[in-house]
């Protein structure tokens, strides 16, 4: 976690390196260091979500390379790896039936929809989430883009608040 005033100063290469785990896109990194020195962390958030909105499903498909299946909590050292254990953290994986049910499940959504699904997990159980899988598979292919993209909206935006502070 670095500081506002620290994320001002840093060298272009040093805050992208410092925003690239929230989301794996790099367009939304350059947009927002280009943008500094931000006078505020509210001025900085709001930024970061304003050029959240331009997302398309080509950035959906950028990004979900970088995000593990739920269920699938990452082992690595990157910061990606960690943003991504802790917020699968109230995913129980000692629960066999479970992690069958969420592998299924996963099954099914890249089956539909030819990509990986994604869903904020943060504060979400395993049971929280199949509910959601099971509802979106009902949706549309354009739904489930938009869909989609709201929940990486929403991943990308809590990690922020754990890379700059006040
Ligand atoms: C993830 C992840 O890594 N973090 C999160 O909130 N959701 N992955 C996913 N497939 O939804």
Known sequence: MITLRIFNQLSHEEARARLLPCVA???WADELVRGRPY???GAL???AHACAQTWDE???TLALLAHPRIGEKPAGVQAEA???RQEQGAVNDRDALLAQALRE???RYEARFGRVFLIRAKGRSGE???QALDARLKNSDAQEVQAALAQLREITLLRL???VSE
Do not use: K, Q, T
């Open 25 to 27: 896109i790099p367009g």
């Open 39 to 41: 006078p505020s962390r």
């Open 45 to 47: 958030f709001r930024a």
């Open 58 to 60: 080509n950035a959906l």
């Open 82 to 84: 960690a943003f991504s």
């Open 105 to 107: 499940g996963n099954a």
């Open 128 to 130: 929280d989430i199949l």
């Open 161 to 163: 608040e754990g890379v």
